[in-house]
């Protein structure tokens, strides 16, 4: 990538192998993953293919999710996510913004923190008009992630290959 976004205590930047073993370890968490997919935990080796993915993505497209670090410490905490939910086909075109902590950090903002950077960055440095995020509807603290941003309810649908419930959220530039 070669991209690095600062904020005031985190820093965004490249997926590197180092990574692996903290991000498998947040997907290994069932509280981190509750709302999240299928709602299972990630093996090691699908938290693997995940990171190579997301490296891809940066490399064919140019921009996709950021790691997020302490920037004190530079200890992995979790994701910044830029994306293209293709699993909803509804909405497209369009661009998610995501955000995932892991467990023992929640409640101290950094994943809105993370994700106003990101943000900042859909609109100002790729010129979108528009981001969304689909959130699972009981999954409040995302919910009040997407508020602080200034993100307001789109529309409430279902994820047609999971049958799982969706509020999609938005926000314009
Ligand atoms: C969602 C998540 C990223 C939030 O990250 P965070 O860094 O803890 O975010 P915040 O510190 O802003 O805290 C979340 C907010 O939700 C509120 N909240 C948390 N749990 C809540 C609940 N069960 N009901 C209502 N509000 C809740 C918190 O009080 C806080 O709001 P406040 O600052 O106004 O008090 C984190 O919980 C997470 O990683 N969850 C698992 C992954 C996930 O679900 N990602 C989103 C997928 S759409």
Redesign the pocket.
């Given at each position: 990538m070669r991209l690095r976004l600062a904020t005031e205590r985190l820093v965004l930047r490249d997926w590197t192998e180092d990574d692996v073993e903290p991000f498998a370890a947040m997907n290994a968490d069932p509280d981190?993953m509750r709302?999240?997919g299928d709602g299972l935990p990630r093996t090691v080796r699908q938290t693997r293919e995940a990171v190579e993915l997301m490296m891809r993505r940066w490399d064919e497209q140019g921009w996709g999710t950021f790691a997020v670090e302490l920037a004190e410490t530079r200890e992995f905490v979790?994701f910044a996510a830029l994306a293209v939910p293709a699993f909803l086909p509804e909405i497209l075109p369009a661009v998610e913004v995501?955000?995932?902590?892991e467990r023992r950090?929640?409640?101290?903002?950094?994943?809105?923190e993370a994700a106003r950077a990101v943000m900042g960055f859909a609109f100002d440095e790729l010129g979108l008009d528009r981001v969304v995020?689909?959130?699972?509807p009981q999954?409040?603290?995302?919910i009040?992630?997407a508020e602080?941003l200034g993100m307001t309810l789109e529309r409430e649908t279902v994820v047609p290959v999971r049958e799982v419930p969706c509020s999609v959220y938005e926000r314009r530039a």
């Open positions: 981190v709302y999240i979790g995501g955000w995932r902590i950090r929640w409640g101290q903002g950094l994943a809105p995020s689909c959130i699972h999954n409040a603290a995302s009040r992630v602080k």
